[in-house]
């Protein structure tokens, strides 16, 4: 079974553009997030898709956004790109129990901004 | 705001020590995570410990989880080169995201 796939694996960009990265989830998954990771921090959570819908948002701006397809396939759009938004994004799938879940990470996309 | 936190942030052993990873929080959670990530790419998930557990194992990982003090280890035994890696909790309340804190960094020499 394939696993979460993202891309690109890499991406630069310069100040001021926007930049756009994919998410596939696994097989069956309905619940895409994304979360961003600045180097030597922790993750960051940014966006929750559940079922086409946005459930929730972490403590970003909004140029930061996304969507879900019907395929549950996700899509996470930066605008206006700034130099501290440079960082591994990290896309992770899950299939939502109840009160937990096991998430499933991709590989990740480094984007770096200029 | 970050809920977990490990300590300590990083951790330098010899192949076939013990490792421990400790990881607090602050608020009252309905299950704690642990994943590991390979030098800046995905993360993997390693256990699921609910809040009524108190202890569980998967091969050579052992978590603890004790809520009164609002605190979890993860006790990696007989450790390997390959074990090296940043190792992350996240724990979960009344909402489906999963807090992560900021890692402890572990580096096992051979």
């Known amino acids: 079974e394939a696993g979460v796939t993202q891309s690109p694996t890499h991406l630069i960009k310069t100040r001021g553009q926007q930049a756009t990265l994919r998410c596939s989830p696994i097989?069956?998954?309905?619940?895409v997030y994304w979360y961003q990771q600045a180097l030597g921090l922790g993750l960051q959570f940014l966006l929750w898709y559940d079922e086409g819908e946005e459930r929730n948002r972490g403590n970003f701006p909004p140029r930061f956004s996304g969507r879900q397809f019907p395929n549950y396939s996700s899509e996470l759009n930066v605008n206006a790109l700034e130099l501290e938004d440079s960082a591994l994004y990290l896309c992770?799938?899950?299939?939502?129990?109840?009160?937990?879940?096991?998430?499933?990470f991709g590989p990740g996309t480094r984007l770096t901004v200029l | 705001s970050q809920q977990g936190e490990e300590d300590p942030q990083a951790l330098s052993i010899q192949e076939g020590e013990n490792a421990t990873m400790n990881c607090s929080y602050k608020t009252s959670i309905n299950n704690l995570q642990w994943y590991r990530q390979n030098s800046g790419r995905g993360l993997v998930h390693l256990i699921l410990i609910r809040s009524n557990e108190r202890e569980k194992h998967s091969g050579r990982l052992r978590v603890t989880l004790d809520t009164s003090k609002k605190s979890s280890s993860l006790l990696i035994t007989a450790s390997r080169a390959a074990d090296t890696a940043s190792y992350f909790c996240a724990t979960s309340g009344g909402s489906y995201i999963p807090t992560f804190g900021r890692g402890t960094s572990l580096i096992v020499h051979p």
């Open positions: 992770a799938s899950s299939l939502l129990a109840r009160s937990y879940n096991e998430q499933f």
């Open positions: 097989s069956g998954h309905t619940s």
